[in-house]
Every structure is written in structure tokens, then in C-alpha cells.
């Protein structure tokens, strides 16, 4: 007989979902069989899977060591990854400062990405181990060559309320940009967004496409360029470039939707925007602290040039 006590990272959960990722070898037939059959009770009680999982419940396994250990498998961490700048935690959420070329997630299996390094940098401090059952992660995402904030939750009541509160836009996330040319004052850009899934490229329209709305503003004005303040209204695919893009404003360095001669001007390769500030609107428990607070990233070294005139 085995005891397992559900803590706050595995909370809010339906028992069987959790059971899939904590025997994560076994088939959902199986799960339910030792189920039915008693092997897996919660609270001393007979279980069906269904029930919401608070902390502090416990779960009683009626199953041999062998036969458990043979239904997990813990997960690899790449410990040689780089390391991950961390701009603010605690025991919930995770705000990380993500550098530009670094993808969110990894392209190959144990690849050197944001995830990769959040579970390294939490497996080093003692607060996540490869056979938890719940894996910390992005909540949002970044262009492989953005850099800036990217909100990560380190339990599942976290996971599923920032990821409510993104999806609602509770939350209020600027940007810095560098444009070509002269942006003469602060507007508010509307079209249609189009996805080219074949070359990865999105287009504003003013026709056949979802709504896309972004609100830019002049900080300072340098030769040849404008840098901005950005605002997300719409969470589109390449937004805000593309925008930029379509009013011929284009980010500086920006490889795919940027002015290549301006680019050679400037000396760029990687793209100048970059996710500067996060500010959370009204959250439920167990993040109802976070309301009201804002953190800020400061931007890469590419920035000085544009910023600090």
C-alpha cells in the first residue's frame, strides 16, 4: 500500500486526468480498472475518476511497487541548458526575460528552448522533479526572435487561470519597437489578419481574415527610425510585424517583414521588438496578489543604440 498526498501544483484536476500523468505508462482502460476494482481510492473512499482533486487529499494505491514502477516514467531535463533569466517568482507563477533566437518551445526532443530551461532552472532550485506529475511551462508564447517576458506557471491552478486571464486579456502586455522611419503620432491599427500556413507569413488585409488591433505610440525619434510603445488588442500570429509591415513602418532587423536595405543601414539581423512590461488586471485565488502588479523586462543590448539617445 502506497499513500500519495495531492499537493497545490496537481490541485483542481479530475482524479483520472491526474492519475493518465502520474502512471503515465498506463492506459486509460487500465486507470479505470484499478479503479473499479479498488485499488485506487481517495480519501479511504472508492473513487470513479470524475472527482476534483483539492490539496491535501490522499490517494491510497492497493498496487504492488513492482507493477507501479513499471506504469511510470520520469521525464528527462536537459540540465546542460543555459540558464534562465528570471525577472519574478513565487510558488505559483514564473516570469521569465526570453532572449531573442530562443524558441518557446523545443523544435526536437530535449532541444535547448524556453521550456527546457524553466524545468532545469526548477529541477536546480529543489521545486520540480522529473516524476511530478504536473509540468511547468509557458503560458504564452514569443517569436523565436522576440525577446521579452513570457508568463510561466508553475502549478496547474496557475496554468488555468493565466491562461484565462490571457485569453479574456485581463492582462495588459506592451511591447518595444523600433520602426523605420518616422511614426508621426499614436494610433490604433486595424485590418484583417491572413495566415499563409505554407511560407509562415500573415498578411493585413481589408478583407477575409480575423480581426486584428494594435495600438502603437512614438517614445523618441532617432534618424531613420521611430521607437514605439506597442499594445496588443488581438493575439495574432506575427501582429504586431505585420502591422508595422502595412503601414510601412516595418521593425528594424525584422529578416521576414522588414526593409532589408534599412536592416543593412542599421547593421541588424535580429529584430527589434521586444516584450517590455506585464501589468495583471483582477485574478481569482489562489493569484488574487497579482492583481494590480507590473513587471517589466529590460530589453537586450541591440536596444541601447535606439533608446538610450
Not at 24 to 44: P, S, W
Not at 86 to 94: G, N, S
Not at 136 to 143: C, F, H, Q, S
Not at 257 to 277: C, E, I, M, P, W
Request: hydrophobic share 40%; aromatic share 8%; proline share 5%.
Amino acid at each position: 500500500m502506497n499513500k500519495l498526498t495531492i499537493q497545490a501544483t496537481d490541485a483542481n484536476q479530475r482524479l483520472d486526468k491526474f492519475l493518465l500523468k502520474y502512471f503515465n505508462k498506463a492506459t486509460r482502460g487500465l486507470i479505470y480498472k484499478l479503479l473499479r476494482n479498488k485499488r485506487i481510492k481517495l480519501n479511504n473512499a472508492r473513487a470513479d475518476g470524475n472527482e476534483l482533486l483539492r490539496e491535501g487529499d490522499e490517494l491510497t494505491f492497493y498496487i504492488a511497487p513492482e507493477t507501479m514502477a513499471g506504469l511510470m516514467e520520469a521525464r528527462a531535463i536537459n540540465t546542460d541548458c543555459a540558464a534562465l533569466t528570471v525577472v519574478y517568482e513565487d510558488t505559483h507563477v514564473l516570469l521569465a526575460n526570453k532572449p531573442a533566437g530562443l524558441l518557446a518551445q523545443p523544435d526536437a526532443p530535449g532541444a535547448d528552448c524556453l521550456s527546457e530551461r524553466l524545468l532545469a532552472y526548477l529541477y536546480r532550485e529543489g521545486t520540480y522533479q522529473p516524476a511530478d506529475t504536473f509540468t511547468p511551462a509557458p503560458v504564452n508564447r514569443l517569436d523565436r526572435n522576440t525577446s521579452g517576458l513570457v508568463l510561466c506557471a508553475k502549478t496547474l491552478a496557475a496554468a488555468q487561470i493565466l491562461s484565462e486571464a490571457l485569453r479574456e486579456r485581463t492582462t495588459d502586455k506592451w511591447y518595444l519597437a523600433v520602426a523605420s522611419g518616422c511614426v508621426a503620432k499614436a494610433m490604433t491599427l486595424s485590418g484583417l489578419h491572413q495566415k499563409d500556413a505554407r511560407t509562415n507569413t500573415v498578411t493585413i488585409t481589408a478583407e477575409d481574415g480575423k480581426d486584428a488591433v494594435t495600438y502603437i505610440e512614438p517614445v523618441s525619434y532617432g534618424e531613420g527610425y521611430t521607437v514605439l510603445r506597442v499594445k496588443l488588442l488581438t493575439g495574432r500570429t506575427h501582429q504586431i510585424r505585420a502591422h508595422l509591415q502595412s503601414i510601412s513602418h516595418p521593425i528594424l532587423g525584422d529578416p521576414k517583414y522588414g526593409d532589408a536595405k534599412a536592416n543593412r543601414v542599421f547593421k541588424l539581423r535580429t529584430q527589434l521588438l521586444h516584450a517590455h512590461t506585464l501589468r495583471f488586471g483582477d485574478m481569482p485565488e489562489p493569484l488574487a496578489y497579482l492583481a494590480g502588479k507590473e513587471f517589466t523586462a529590460p530589453p537586450p543590448e541591440g536596444f541601447a543604440a535606439f533608446t538610450h539617445k
